[in-house]
C-alpha cells in the first residue's frame, strides 16, 4: 500500500507526464499548489516510488516518468473522472438524435468522432453474428440471370450481393421465394439461416419455385457469412503524433497489427461486459506493448454485441478517455436498440 503522500506525488506525476510527455523534476511537482511538500521531500518519495516500479527513470540526471505498474495503479486507485465539456456532450447529443438507419453508418461515425475527439486510434467491433438475427430480404434482378440479394439484420446491417439466378425462372417465382423467406426466417440467428434453408424450408420452396435445387445452392452461397467480427479504425495515424512513436521504425509493426481485421476482432472481442483498462505489456499482443487499449462494450437488451475501443501510448489522457467510453458505450446501445425495434 502507498502511503498518502506518495499516492499524491503519483498522481501529480502521471498528471504532468500525460499533459507534457517530458520527465517530471521534483521542483515542477513542489510547485504545484495541490501538492505542498519540499523538493527534497518530493525526491525522497520518488525514489521510494521508482524502487516499488511506480515509476522508471529514462535518465541519471532527468526527472521520472510513470511505469506500466504505475499507470495501472494510477487507473484502479487514483483516477478522478472529468466530467465532459459541455460543447462535446452537445455535439454527442446531435449526433446521437440522428435518425441513423444502417448500423455501418453509426459505427463509422462513433469511430470517426473517437478517434477525433481523444487524437488517438479508435476501434469498433461491429454487433457480433451471433447474436444478430434475419429482419428481412430482397432479391432484386438485373437481368435474366443476375439479381442483387439484400440483406438486412435486427441492428440495422445492411448487404447486398450480386448472386446468379438459373435460367428460365420467372420474375413471379422470385417473389415467391422472397415471400417464403421472410415469413419463415425473419427473426433467424443469422448463424443459422442455411440450416433452416435445408431442414426447414427446402420442400415448401420446391412446391412453389421451378428449379428450386438451384436457388437453394445459390442461396446457400449467398447466406455464407464470416463468423469474426468487422472491425471499423479511424485516426490510425494519430499515434505518429505523440512523441513516443515518432520514429517510424518503431511503429511498423502497430501499423502492420491494424491491417489484420481477424487479429483485430479476437483482440476486441469481449469475455465479459464493461470498460477495460489494458496498459502496456497487460496487452497479450507484442505490436502494443508499448500501448494503453481501453474497451467498452455496448449491448441491445442487456446481451453484449459489440466493442468500441482506444488505443494510444501508456501516456494516455485516461481520465477524459474512460469518460468518453462511458458515453459512447451507452448511447450506442441506446441508438442500436432503436434501429432494431424501428418499424
Known amino acids: 500500500m502507498l502511503s498518502e503522500r506518495q499516492r499524491l506525488i503519483l498522481n501529480a506525476i502521471v498528471d504532468d507526464y500525460i499533459r507534457s510527455a517530458e520527465p517530471v523534476g521534483s521542483r515542477s511537482i513542489s ?14 518519495e520518488m525514489s521510494d516510488l521508482e524502487e516499488l516500479g511506480y515509476l522508471e527513470q529514462p535518465h541519471t540526471s532527468a526527472g521520472r516518468i510513470p511505469s506500466h505498474k504505475g499507470y495501472r495503479y494510477y487507473v484502479d486507485h487514483l483516477i478522478h473522472l472529468k466530467e465532459l465539456p459541455k460543447h462535446e456532450i452537445d455535439r454527442l447529443k446531435r449526433f446521437f438524435a440522428e435518425r441513423m438507419q444502417q448500423q455501418e453508418a453509426v459505427i463509422r461515425q462513433v469511430a470517426m468522432i473517437l478517434a477525433e475527439m481523444t487524437n488517438y486510434t479508435s476501434l469498433v467491433l461491429e454487433p457480433e453474428l451471433y447474436h444478430t438475427s434475419l429482419k428481412h430480404m430482397q432479391i432484386v434482378p438485373l437481368n435474366e440471370r443476375q439479381a442483387v440479394m439484400i440483406i438486412v439484420t435486427n441492428t440495422g446491417h445492411v448487404e447486398d450481393k450480386l448472386i446468379s439466378l438459373p435460367q ?3 420474375v413471379s417465382e422470385i417473389e415467391k421465394l422472397v415471400n417464403i423467406l421472410n415469413a419463415k426466417l425473419s427473426g433467424v440467428s443469422m448463424m443459422q439461416l442455411t440450416s433452416k434453408l435445408y431442414n426447414e424450408l427446402s420442400s415448401e420452396i420446391a412446391k412453389h419455385v421451378s428449379k428450386y435445387q438451384e436457388l437453394i445452392r445459390v442461396l446457400d452461397d449467398a447466406l455464407a457469412i464470416e463468423e469474426e467480427g468487422r472491425v471499423y479504425l479511424s485516426g490510425t495515424t494519430n499515434i505518429m503524433n505523440q512523441p513516443e512513436f515518432r520514429d517510424v521504425e518503431k511503429v511498423k509493426s502497430l501499423f502492420a497489427l491494424l491491417e489484420e481485421q481477424d487479429t483485430l476482432a479476437k483482440m476486441l472481442t469481449p469475455s465479459e461486459s464493461g470498460i477495460h483498462v489494458r496498459i502496456g505489456s497487460e496487452n497479450n499482443l507484442d505490436a502494443i506493448h508499448n500501448c494503453s487499449l481501453i ?20 501516456r494516455m489522457e485516461y481520465s477524459k478517455v474512460i469518460s468518453l467510453m462511458k458515453y459512447f458505450s451507452e448511447e450506442l446501445s441506446n441508438l442500436l436498440s432503436n434501429i432494431r425495434y424501428q418499424g
Not at 33 to 39: N, R, T
Not at 295 to 314: M, V
Open 31 to 44: 510547485k504545484r499548489g495541490d501538492v505542498g511538500y519540499s523538493p527534497a521531500t518530493i525526491r525522497n
Open 295 to 314: 474497451t467498452a462494450t455496448y449491448s441491445i437488451d442487456g446481451q453484449t454485441l459489440g466493442t468500441i475501443g482506444i488505443l494510444g501510448p501508456t
Open 168 to 170: 428460365d425462372v420467372p
